[in-house]
């Protein structure tokens, strides 16, 4: 099969690699469209730890190309998005119902080879079959709205209620659409003014520049998600914070930051950590098939495979939300 390896940070070469062939309780999915992630860049850079030489990728739709063992449910020729994280399931963490922060978990295209190919294998049970009428680059997006549906439900907005999330890249751009749609009143804050002006699309009410304009809204804020894990948006978030206030953390910086505890306690706030997702694929796949979420305005760009190292290069673009990348 044809597939991109990632030999060392920075360096991807598209070869031929051996087509996985599925073992008991697993799929061979034949991968049609696959999505970029934050993930994915900070593998590229050598932020993040993997083995190499690996094929990256983790967010990808395709169709079932060959049944293992006992595999049941599914069909050859079905489509279907991936769930690309495996908790062991066996552990005292996957067993209290926590299986996204499984420390055995094993990640696709960090730990095992990923999507960016023709083939990967995936256990059956992280294979979701796509609705009817739900297109490919679509249901692509189904990893990323899974992150941002099991933050935003750490604490749902009511109707009215002042949200603000900081960062409106893919995960804040849907938080942005998941608090539109249950009537919040919602704010983003970015560095870049066209992804603003993709949340105010989206129904954002207010979008803010830089820190100092969005200061001038300070205690306003009841429900604040972070999306950006910036160095400064911690503390940012925890002084916009209204008293009583709710934080939920969702974007990874790659180490760790001073907290503002004074100001916390003062404030009473609420703070959690919402990592990946655990139940959310059916509900996301779903949601994309409404079409409520207006994902048609956050795919910036699809590329073929061949192009997969220039779409990395270009990741931190202020112009870009999606990037897809097509398998031949
Ligand atoms: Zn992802
Ligand atoms: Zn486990």
Sequence with gaps: MQAAVLIEPGKIEIREAPTPSPRKGEVLVRILEAGICGTDYACYMGNLTTIYPIIPGHEAVGEIAALGKGVEGVRVGERVT????????????????????????????????????????????????????????????????????????????????????????????????????????????????????????????????TFPELERDAGSFSILYDTSGAADAFSNIVNVAAPGGSIVLTGLPHRDFPLPTSTIVRKELTIRGSMIYRDEFPAAL????????????????????????????????????????RIP
């Design 82 to 209: 991936i769930q690309p994280n495996f908790p062991c399931t066996a552990c005292p963490v996957c067993r209290s119902g926590h299986e996204n922060v499984c420390p055995d978990k094993v990640r696709l295209g960090l730990d095992v080879d990923g999507v960016f190919a023709q083939y990967v294998c995936v256990p059956r049970p992280y294979v979701w079959p796509l609705p009817d009428g739900l297109s490919v680059p679509v249901a692509a997006l189904a990893e990323p709205l899974c992150v941002a549906l099991h933050a935003f439900r750490k604490n749902p907005p009511a109707p009215d209620e002042r949200v603000l999330v900081y960062g409106a890249g893919v995960i804040g751009l849907l938080l942005v659409r998941l608090a539109v749609l249950s009537k919040a009143r919602v704010a983003a804050v970015d560095i870049a003014e066209q992804r603003l002006a993709i949340a105010k699309e989206l129904g954002a009410d207010t979008i803010y520049l």
């Design 286 to 325: 779903n949601l994309l098939k409404g079409g409520e979420m207006k994902t048609d305005l956050l795919i910036t760009e699809t590329y073929p495979l061949e192009m997969l190292s220039r779409a990395l290069e270009d990741f931190r673009a202020p112009d870009r939300v999606k990037t897809l990348i």
